[in-house]
């Protein structure tokens, strides 16, 4: 059920494997997808050019996605990537809804109980918003966000 998650593994004993397994990486399939992927490969860049580390990326559970797992300093963040090509309906940083914001404190939540190593760490939530053509898009980092 869950093996395109991995990238395509067919075999049943992989997709066992990836079923059982409460935390789980996540690859780019479809076109719109991939262009989230690049939304998110260009906000990583951004946020590693910040001085941040990179931790994880596009880990997902039963309770969510977690785009961006970076270490400021002492601090997880948890990052939220957004992506839109223009301000119709209000632009990338509005589209984060409340149910949004949510749903990813609950795969927080889920990660730092599946990786205890990081539960010692004072965390957050940041929002990186892009706006307009990925080759050059305007960057709204949005840091500390709460419901």
Not at 1 to 21: D, I, N
Not at 123 to 142: F, K, M, T
Request: proline share 3%; charged share 20%.
């Amino acid at each position: 059920m869950w093996a395109w998650l991995k990238g395509g593994v067919g075999s049943s004993a992989a997709k066992t494997a990836v079923e059982s397994s409460p935390m789980r990486t996540y690859s780019a399939q479809a076109a719109r997808q991939k262009d989230g992927a690049r939304a998110e490969s260009v906000a990583q860049q951004h946020l590693l050019e910040h001085g941040l580390k990179l931790v994880n990326a596009n880990v997902a559970c039963a309770q969510g996605e977690i785009d961006l797992i970076m270490l400021d300093g002492e601090t997880l963040v948890f990052v939220e990537v957004r992506w839109r090509k223009s301000q119709a309906y209000g632009g990338a940083a509005v589209s984060v809804t409340p149910h949004k914001l949510a749903k990813l404190m609950r795969a927080c939540e889920m990660f730092l109980q599946h990786e205890p190593v990081w539960r010692q760490y004072p965390c957050r939530v940041d929002v990186l918003a892009l706006q307009g053509d990925l080759n050059a898009p305007s960057i709204e980092w949005l840091k500390n966000v709460t419901v």
